[in-house]
């Protein structure tokens, strides 16, 4: 490899890069991404009227796996033959997956929603994800012990379930983990008390952990200075913003890599004050990294390589792009 310095490889498992808050902007937030080492960015859709959008995105961007569900906010949205719609994207688009579905008792926008009907359609999306031997995206809120029984009744799940923005207890991961459940850790992390976000990693098998922004949604609360933020977010102080401008831009980024911009970035901006509203940007999975590599002691580089390479496997499936 003579003096190249080898750039770290990641794998964002979970985010919405079509949502209407950043799909105006979602080919410059992949590139940006893609400068800092994020090779690959599995988009889920949430709602019938935004499948069409992750479809495309999977045509532009052969860095995005597409994944199509119905997530459980939505379900009271949606149109009578939505499984017959959802069946059919999946004919069409033979490399996606399936998410982001799920249960949610916790949220307001879950709550809001019969939780019967929730379960219903969870467990409809799961059987298909079976039928297609695809992994599935779950969204688990305040909702583990039915989501425990239902994969008990209805798995394991070879192809893998991929429990997103896991923050449950620590206790149920093995049980999990058995029905072929993956941890997928994202900035909500950072919201938890370290010790018990430790305890969480620790209880975790070396190859189920993954790594995702969950983009434009939770922003990891680490120092600012070290975030890199969606263009135009209106949420973020401009000094924030001026500091991405003049890193991004200068020549000396796009030459070297990854850690250059975030040490770069840290320097300033560590006495601002946070932006809790600001969106999130794919590229911060390196703030996730950090954190998750922190708290179980092992390097960045450790972390990178075996998230990678878990994340490679799940979406290795026949009809994949990483086929
Ligand atoms: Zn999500």
Not at 239 to 253: A, G, I, N, P
Request: charged content about 20%; hydrophobic content about 40%.
């Amino acid at each position: 490899m003579g003096t190249l310095k080898l750039q770290l490889q990641l794998f964002d498992a979970h985010c919405h890069l079509q949502d209407g808050r950043i799909g105006q902007v979602a080919s410059q937030l992949i590139q940006t991404a893609a400068n800092v080492g994020v090779r690959r960015f599995v988009v889920n859709g949430t709602n019938e009227e935004d499948w069409e959008l992750v479809k495309q995105m999977g045509e532009t961007h052969s860095s995005v796996i597409p994944c199509f569900g119905l997530h459980p906010w939505f379900v009271g949205k949606c149109s009578s033959n939505w499984l017959t719609v959802l069946r059919g994207f999946f004919e069409t688009v033979p490399s996606a997956a399936v998410g982001e579905i799920g249960l949610d008792k916790g949220c307001a926008q879950g709550k809001a929603v019969d939780f019967i009907t929730q379960t219903q359609v969870f467990k409809q999306q799961l059987e298909l994800a079976r039928q297609l031997q695809r992994p599935a995206s779950v969204h688990c809120v305040s909702a583990f012990a039915d989501l425990q029984e239902i994969l008990r009744e209805m798995g394991p799940f070879p192809a893998g379930i991929i429990l997103h923005s896991y923050m449950g207890s620590s206790e149920m991961v093995q049980t999990l983990a058995k029905f072929g459940a993956y941890f997928s850790f994202s900035g909500f992390l950072t919201s938890m008390k370290p010790q018990k976000a430790k305890r969480i990693l620790q209880a975790v098998p070396t190859d189920r952990i993954l790594l995702e922004t969950d983009a434009p949604d939770a922003l990891p609360h680490v120092n600012p200075g070290s975030l890199v933020w969606v263009p135009g977010d209106p949420t973020v102080p401009e000094e924030l913003q001026k500091q991405l401008e003049d890193q991004l831009t200068s020549d000396r980024v796009s030459a070297e890599p990854s850690s250059s911009i975030h040490e770069g970035i840290t320097k300033k901006g560590g006495d601002l004050s946070f932006p809790k509203k600001a969106l999130n940007h794919p590229a911060n999975i390196y703030s996730v990294l950090q954190y998750v590599s922190s708290l179980l002691e092992i390097s960045e580089e450790e972390l990178a390589q075996i998230s990678y390479k878990n994340t490679i496997r799940l979406f290795s499936y026949p009809g994949s792009k990483l086929c």
